[in-house]
Every structure is written in C-alpha cells, then in structure tokens.
C-alpha cells in the first residue's frame, strides 16, 4: 500500500473513530438527547454536511475496489512467500526475495545489460514450483538475441547450481534500450 493510500486511510480510520465515539456516548446516555439530537438536526442542514457524506462515500468507494482490484494477479508470488527445496537432509525454504534477488544479480552480470527487474510466477509443475520473468534494459548497441540467450542461460544455471531445479522456465522481456552509461555502483567494505 502507497503512502497516499495509508493517508488518506488514516484520516479515514480516525474520523470514522471519532464518530463511533460520539455513537458510544449517545448510547451510553453521556450526552443528553435534547443536546446532541439537536447539533445533529443542524449538522444535517448544512452544504457541509453534504460535501463530507460525498467524501466518505468516495473514499469508502475507493478503498473497496482497492481491495479488489489491485492486488497482483494470482500466479505472482508475493515477497513474504518462500519456495520449498526438497534436499537429503529434509525440506528447505527459500524465500522469493531471495530467487528474484539471485536472478537479478546474475542478469545484471551480463555485458549490455544496464538494469534488470525480476519477478517470480508461481508455476504449476512439479519439477519446478516457479517461473521466472526478466525485464532488462539494454545498453544501446547490444545485440539482443545474444544477450536474452546469456542472461537465459546465466539464471538456469545459477537456479540449478543454487537450488537444484534442472530446468526454471525463464522468460526475459527488454523494456528499453538507452544510451546511458552503466553506473557503477561503489562497494561498502
């Protein structure tokens, strides 16, 4: 969830909480009746009241198709799932972050590769839980058969040699081609 999402969320929550408390204490007897019935009667003669009811109406309309609309689709594997390798000495885990962050350091390893975004698909079969899927932006020049078929293969064999899945379905897809320099990015030592 963005950062606009959980503002206006909280400004949601909060007045819907103050409106639950001054539910409760018109329940509860805390306020006389003759009192709040009135400010209620007057709130309600008011353009404003009318603007704020649109508002809430909006907002709860918004965060209902949220809830439905954006989530990812069902095969992608969120980043709290872990994909479990069957070893000798008995299951392991492995989290998603970690396959995407292995792929996408092996793609980016490849010459002409200037940045690579990795997902992970959930995958049916047996012999491998997941598929990968490698978006990459080339640097100008490159020639792209070659590189998709490096970066392909760089993947498989990294998956096979770390995880021990012989063949990880692996699709790459180039997004851009720029003319930008590699960055070289410093080490921390």
């Known amino acids: 969830m963005g950062i606009i999402n959980r503002f206006l969320l909280f400004f949601y929550a909060l007045a819907i909480g103050v409106l639950a408390i001054g539910a ?14 009135n400010e209620l009667s007057y709130a309600f003669m008011q353009q404003e009241c009318l603007t704020a009811a649109a508002v809430f109406l909006a907002l709860s309309l918004y965060f209902v198709g ?22 000798g000495a008995g299951d392991v885990r492995v989290s998603v972050d970690a396959v995407r962050n292995l792929a996408e350091r092996e793609a980016r390893a490849v010459p002409s590769v200037r940045d690579a975004k990795v997902r992970i698909r959930t995958a049916s079969s047996e012999d491998c839980p997941f598929r990968v899927e490698a978006h990459l932006i080339l640097l100008m020049g490159a020639n792209v058969p070659q590189v998709s078929h490096a970066v392909t293969e760089n993947i498989k064999a990294q998956i096979r040699h770390t995880m021990d899945f012989s063949d990880v379905p692996v699709t790459v897809t180039v997004s851009d081609i720029s003319n930008a320099p590699v960055e070289k990015r410093k080490r921390v030592v």
Do not use: H, M, Q
């Open 24 to 37: 409760l204490a018109a329940c509860l007897k805390a306020l006389p009746e003759r009192i709040w019935s």
């Open 66 to 87: 949220y809830c439905f609309f954006s989530g990812k689709s069902s095969d992608s594997a969120a980043s709290g799932e872990v994909i479990v390798v069957k070893g």
